[in-house]
Structure formats: structure tokens, C-alpha cells
């Protein structure tokens, strides 16, 4: 199958409907719209077995008309950033105040539709399920647990999803073996103390002393108690206490988050920071409480089912278009969370062209824009592997 030069014939109608979500873009758990004009095109094309995960998710499937029992899920996240868009002369700009399509999803809610296109088109030549994942909340890491909750994952043999990348020149594809993402957790220490005049100290807790010397601490963990080749991140990002400049504060609060790229290394350092946290306190005569919110596990791609997908890549876009050494990211993506339980991979789709500046800006950054070339690969690359895994041709 040339899904290559069949995702390019529909490079305008990609466009357009990435067009459409940047414009109207909704942040986490609040993606009806969204999750409205994807059903309508599901039904457009002729996917109408649908149902929707817990508000604003989308689970479609279809089958293959040859016998075969495999499945595959295609996933997409489909929710945006509570960030303003600066580019407001781009046509296309987000309508939304405060809002915006600031990490791709927007391409890749377009390109699996797309890739649904091709893939509907064409099932008379292949047998077994196409399960399609357009998902809600990655940015909170809360939308994969819910199609895991629902089951929906039950039953697939391999599950695969694109991220857009501006690290990447549009046209190559990144497919790397082994940790690509970290893991996220967050964490909500509360330190209780007793307030006092400062003073006389002696007859307080500072709650803000001892949550101050938790924020120094933590970071031992890191250089202490992990080996130094195995990435690990511990961030404080807020610290709140007392209510007076003269008063020892009675109780304080610290956020933050711990990022690492394997399942022990999160878990030792989960009950590192929690011992020490706790230890801490009761040092210098407080208490202390942590509560903890996992966001996403460490996304792993494992190195055979890579060997399934590089083929692919080479096969539509060229041997040059694969890049097997992007480097790590401390940032994380729901995604993980699938791959523990069904073999999978997340390829990471070059969306930059130096010669639009905006395409090469970070993720997240309120000017983030795309090189929409990245939609016809992504789209060719979703329906490609999904074909060759329900073939039988790999796997």
C-alpha cells in the first residue's frame, strides 16, 4: 500500500481540520467541542461504533472484512493548554482566549483521522480491529487512566501513537528504543508547626524553617541515593507559609514534582522523599503529610516492537527519515501508562522547517506553531503500521 502518496492526496483536508481544532481549542476535561467534531467525522467516513469515556473521550472501532483477529489501537490525545496565543495574525489562531494548541494535539487529533480514512478505505484489504483512542487530559495526566479504567485496552495486541516533535526537521521520524519520556508525579507536602513570636522561637514550630530545609534535602536524593547515570528530577515549583513577617509560621506547603525514567527508580525515590519529609519534621519537633498524584508512568518504548516500526518509517519515507538517538525528555505523556499493559510504541513525528521560526519553537511555548507536512507523515505512519501489524506482515 503507498500510504505515503494516499496521506499526501489529503494533505488539504489534514490541513483543514487541524485548522479547525487550533481554533478551537479546550483545556483538560473540558474537550466536548472537540470530542463533537470527531464523532461527526468518524460518521463522515463511516466509523459508527463510537462511544464516549468518561465526558469528553472518544472510543471508536472498526474491523477489517478478511477473517483475522488482531487488534490494534491508534492513540491520539486531544486537549490543549490554558496558555494565550501571541501569534494572533496567524489565520488559524486559537479563538479562545487563554487557550491554545500549544503541544500538537491539535495534528494529532487531525492525522489519526486521517490515518481512519485510509485505513476505512481500504478494509475490505485486511482482516481484524482497528481501536481508536482520541484521548482527553494528557496535560493532566489524567485521560489514559480512564480509557484503562473503561477496559478499552483490553484485548489489543499492540498500541501506537505519534507525538508532534520540533526538536525533529519535518520528514523524519523519531523511533528510539528504550526510556523516551519520564515518569510524573506529583507531590503535596503539608508541614504543621506551632506559631510564635520570632522573637521567641523556642516556643514555636516553624513550619517554614523545616519546609525550607526539605527543599534543600530532597535534592541528596537525587545525588545520593540514585546512581548518576539513571536521570532522575526532583522540582519544588511553589512554597507557601505564614501570615505575618514576624510571626514563626504555623504551617507551610510545598508542590513539586519527581520525574524518572524507570518504574524502581520512581518508586524508591516516591518512598525516599516521603521518609525524609517526615523525618524532617519531626526534627525539629513538627509533623508532616504527603500526598502524591501519579500524572504518568516512564514511557518506554521496548526495543522489539521498534523493530516492527523502523521498517515502517524506511519503507515509506526513506532510510535517511529515521532517527533512532533523540535524546531523552524529562517531560512525560500518558502514553506510558497504555505500554504497561499492551506492547507498544510512541514515535515522535518531525514538525519543524527553520525556515518557519514558529515551528521550531519548544513545546508549550505560546508561539508553538507546526510545519503541517508533519500531518500527511503522521497520518501515513499511523495507517502504515497499523496495516502491516493486521496483516501479519510483522509481529
Known sequence: ?????????????????RREFHMHPEVSRQEFWTAERIEAELESIGVTDRQRVDGTGVCARFFGEKP??????????????????????????????????ACGH?????????????????????????????QQAEEIGYGAKQFMKAGLIEGSGRVFGVHMAPDVPCGKV????????????????????????????????DALYIASQMVVA???????????????????????????????????????TIRAFSAQTRAQTRGDLEALCLETAKLYGGTAAVE???????????????????????????????????PLSLGGDDFGDYQEKVPGVYAFVGSSDPA???TCRALHNDRFDLDEGALVVAAALH???????LTGAIG
Open 1 to 17: 500500500m503507498d500510504f505515503k502518496a494516499e496521506a499526501q492526496a489529503l494533505a488539504p483536508y489534514l490541513s483543514a481540520l
Open 356 to 358: 518557519k521560526p514558529d
Open 174 to 205: 523519531g523511533v528510539k528504543p528504550g526510556p523516551n519520556n519520564a515518569s510524573v508525579d506529583y507531590f503535596k507536602i503539608t508541614v504543621s508547626g506551632k506559631a510564635a513570636h520570632v522573637s521567641t522561637p523556642h516556643l514555636g514550630v
Open 68 to 101: 483475522g483477529d488482531r487488534v490494534i489501537t491508534l492513540r491520539a490525545d486531544i486537549d490543549a493548554l490554558a496558555i494565550q496565543e501571541v501569534n494572533t495574525s496567524l489565520p488559524y489562531c486559537s479563538q479562545q482566549p487563554g487557550v491554545m494548541h
Open 383 to 389: 495507517a502504515g503500521y497499523a496495516w502491516q501489524y
Open 106 to 134: 491539535d495534528g494529532h487529533a487531525a492525522a489519526l483521522l486521517g490515518a481512519v480514512k485510509l485505513l476505512y478505505a481500504h478494509r475490505a484489504e485486511f482482516g481484524g480491529e482497528v481501536r481508536l483512542f482520541f
Open 218 to 256: 530532597l535534592q541528596a536524593l537525587v545525588t545520593r541515593r540514585t546512581s548518576p547515570v539513571d536521570p532522575l528530577l526532583i522540582g519544588v515549583g511553589k512554597l507557601t507559609a505564614g501570615t505575618a513577617y514576624n510571626i514563626v509560621a504555623e504551617s507551610a506547603v510545598l508542590e513539586g
Open 292 to 326: 502524591w498524584e501519579d500524572f504518568a508512568s516512564p514511557l518506554v518504548n521496548p526495543a522489539d516492537i521498534c523493530r516492527e516500526v523502523a521498517p515502517v518509517v524506511e519503507d515509506l519515507f526513506g532510510p535517511e527519515a529515521l532517527v533512532t538517538d533523540r
